[in-house]
């Protein structure tokens, strides 16, 4: 049995899926204490629970405390299985969160899978879609995962009830990844997607974009989508050589179009300004699947404390250590997830200490 105290550090739910991730991919129960305990409303939220849910599902295990409010949660992982799944947030709440819950599991099957998700696909201080889409698996594909992943609908906070399907291929053997730089800008394209409200303002978003980048009308995109609720998101997406960066700002009452636009420009360029290949979310998102697909490196930014906290879970889950260096004449720093995990042939169809 391991023990996660979920106040540590950031205190969030990413604790929580961290935990449980690890736990199904390494075959050892896993009993989290003090979860969200610093937070408004402490203890499980119904988009956490999804998360639980899904990675039961995904190696059929026994949960002991799944219920909303709950600030204790006990966990017994059984077999990784590949397969057909379909998780519900049953909320708003984010389904790429949910994904990437059951992720690692999954890249470790050695079978394809297929998964739906139903929920928000456009989240506050959460992963997009299409942040997940063109910037995270990306990476993955080239470590070997083969994947493949459709829209069918929006799922805008505070209504959500998106949909979105992914494909997973594992290879039989992983390849290292080292990222160092991003290489030649190839192009910037940026996408005003809203529903039910006036075109107007995707339109003016559209125009901002166009003057604030210099960019090629062609490569800028006003678009009515179909969602059951209300919303809109303005998404750059920066294609360089070796990796991909996708900023976003989500539209909300009493923020003008232009300002949602310039909001989205200014990540943008706070990324450019960086110099480093990852960007602080993108590093803490990619530790887990580099961990269990063979291990790689990267050079990012300052890292966040949500990533920190995420390390020492990581870390006290595992054994491992994960190295962050700072290079010379830099603000930025190297990240060395180790070749510590490998396929493990046992019953448990998971993951073994090297």
């Known amino acids: 049995m391991i023990e996660i105290d979920g106040s540590q550090g950031e205190g969030g739910g990413q604790i929580v899926r961290t935990a449980l991730s690890l736990a199904a991919c390494i075959g050892k129960a896993v009993r989290i204490r003090h979860i969200r305990q610093g937070r408004k409303k402490p203890g499980l939220m119904r988009q956490h629970l999804a998360c639980v849910n899904a990675i039961r599902q995904v190696c059929n295990g026994r949960v002991q405390g799944a219920s909303i409010g709950s600030r204790e949660l006990l966990f017994e992982p059984g077999v990784i299985a590949a397969g057909d799944y379909r998780f519900s947030v049953g909320s708003a709440g984010s389904t790429c969160l ?86 030649r800008l190839v192009f910037i394209k940026g996408f005003c997607l809203s529903a039910k409200i006036p075109e107007h303002v995707v339109e003016r978003e559209r125009k901002q974009l166009i003057k604030s980048l210099d960019l090629n009308p062609d490569n800028v995109v006003a678009k009515q989508v179909d969602s059951l609720g209300a919303g809109n998101i303005v998404l750059l997406q920066a294609e360089y050589e070796r990796i991909c960066e996708v900023t976003a700002c989500i539209g909300s009452v009493g923020v003008g179009a232009e300002r949602v636009a310039k909001n989205a420009v200014d990540l943008l360029r706070r990324y450019q300004s960086g110099g480093a290949p990852v960007s602080q979310h993108l590093a803490d998102q990619l530790l887990l699947p580099l961990l269990v697909g063979g291990g790689g490196s990267f050079v990012t930014t300052r890292l966040t404390e949500h990533c920190f906290t995420n390390i020492a879970v990581i870390e006290q889950m595992t054994g491992v250590k994960i190295d962050i260096a700072p290079l010379p004449g830099e603000r930025n720093f190297r990240v060395v997830v180790p070749q510590k995990v490998g396929l493990m042939g046992g019953k448990n169809g998971g993951m073994a200490l090297a």
């Not at 299409?130 to 990306?138: C, G, K, L, S, T």
């Not at 083969?146 to 039989?172: H, S």
């Open 98 to 183: 949910v994904l990437q819950t059951v992720l690692p599991a999954l890249m470790q099957s050695g079978k394809s899978s297929t998964i739906v998700l139903e929920g928000g696909t456009h989240n506050p201080l959460a992963p997009s879609y299409h942040f997940i889409e063109r910037a995270f698996m990306p990476v993955l594909m080239q470590k070997g995962l083969r994947y493949e992943m459709a829209i069918e609908r929006y799922g805008f906070y505070p209504v959500g009830a998106g949909a979105w399907r992914i494909n997973l291929t594992p290879p039989q053997h992983y390849q290292q990844w080292r990222i160092e730089d991003r290489g």
